[in-house]
C-alpha cells in the first residue's frame, strides 16, 4: 500500500484525439468508493477504454509531453525507504497503531527506514519496524486495490548466495557496490536525495512490549521510544502529513474488512506457516 506522500504528483496527461488537455468525466464506482472516507483525498481515475481520455500514441505532442515531465534520477541521487502501519487487534473494536517518538527531533512518526541491498520493500519495512520499535511485526493483510500484477507462473525455485559489498560512506549514505539495485529512479530534506517511501499494513508477531534486543543499533535504543495509541491519538500525535494519511487509509480499509475477509485472512497465514 503504499505511496510516501498524498500530494497529487505530475502525470502525462492523457489526451481526446491530439488534444494535450483534461477531460473531465463522470467519478466512476471505485472513485465514489473511496471518496466517502472522511478526509482522504484521491486522484481521478478513468479504464483504458474510457473514450473521454484516449490516447494517440502515434502523436509526437504526446511523447513531447511525456518527455517534458519525465524526471530522472540515478542510483546514487535515490533514497527508498520502507515503514509501516502496524496495527494490534486490527479486527478488534479497540485496534492500537505502533508510534515512536524520536528524541533528537522531537516528533511522534511511524517507524520506517532504509532498505538494505538484496532485500525487498515489504522484508525493510517489517525489519525497520522491529529496529525502531523493538516489537516483531508480521505482515497485516487487507482487502484493497492494487495495480501489481496477479503471478501467472509458479515461482521458481533459487539457491540464496551471500553478497559481499563495500563499506557505506557516512557522508553520503552512499554504498558502491557490485548489486543489482535499481539504477534509476520528494526530495530528502537531510541530502536532496529523491525520496520515496512505501508504506505496509502490519501486526504484532507475539508480544506488543518493546524488547530491545530486537533493536540492533544502540542508536536506536537511544533516540526512540515506542507507544501504542489509537487511531484518532496517533493522527493528532504525528507530525507528518503523509503519515497521518497512511494511517486514515489503513484504519479506513480496516473497518470495510468483513468477518469472511478476516478468517480468509487469518487462513493465509497459517498456510504459510506450514
Known amino acids: 500500500m503504499a505511496q510516501g506522500t498524498h500530494e497529487k504528483p505530475n502525470r502525462p496527461v492523457a489526451v481526446k484525439n ?28 478513468w479504464t483504458k ?29 535515490m ?70 500484477t496477479p503471478p501467472r507462473l509458479a515461482p521458481v525455485e533459487t ?3 551471500v553478497t559481499k559489498y563495500g563499506l557505506e560512506d557516512k557522508l553520503t549514505g552512499i554504498t558502491e557496490a ?10 530528502d530534506p537531510a541530502t536532496g536525495a529523491w525520496r520515496h517511501i512505501y508504506w505496509y499494513a502490519a501486526k504484532p508477531l507475539g508480544d506488543t512490549k518493546r524488547d530491545e534486543s530486537r533493536m540492533t543499533e544502540e542508536e536506536d535504543r537511544n533516540k526512540f521510544s515506542t507507544f501504542w495509541f489509537p487511531e484518532t491519538e496517533a493522527i493528532a500525535r504525528l507530525k507528518l502529513q503523509d503519515e497521518q494519511y497512511m494511517v486514515r487509509l489503513v484504519f479506513a480499509t480496516i473497518r470495510k474488512m468483513t468477518a469472511s475477509d478476516w478468517a480468509s485472512s487469518h487462513e493465509q497465514e497459517g498456510w504459510q506457516k506450514k
Open 79 to 148: 533514497l527508498v525507504s520502507c515503514g509501516t502501519v502496524t496495527v494490534d487487534q486490527a479486527d478488534s473494536t479497540r485496534p492500537m497503531v505502533l508510534v515512536v517518538y524520536n528524541k533528537n527531533i522531537g516528533i511522534y512518526q511511524l517507524p520506517k527506514g532504509r532498505k538494505n541491498f538484496d532485500e525487498g520493500n515489504l522484508e525493510a519495512a517489517l525489519r525497520e519496524t522491529s529496529e525502531e520499535t523493538g516489537v516483531a511485526v508480521q505482515p497485516l493483510r487487507l482487502r484493497f486495490g492494487s495495480r501489481s
Open 159 to 161: 539457491t540464496t548466495r
Open 18 to 45: 491530439v488534444a494535450t488537455r483534461l477531460v473531465k468525466t463522470e467519478p466512476t464506482k471505485t472513485c465514489k468508493l473511496f471518496r466517502k472516507f472522511m478526509e482522504l483525498a484521491r486522484r481521478e481515475l
Open 178 to 187: 557490485l548489486c543489482s539495485e535499481a539504477v534509476g529512479g520528494n526530495p
Open 49 to 77: 477504454e474510457d473514450p473521454g481520455h484516449s490516447v494517440d500514441w502515434k502523436d509526437d505532442r504526446v511523447w513531447g509531453k511525456i518527455q517534458k515531465e519525465g524526471r530522472f534520477y540515478q542510483a546514487d541521487e
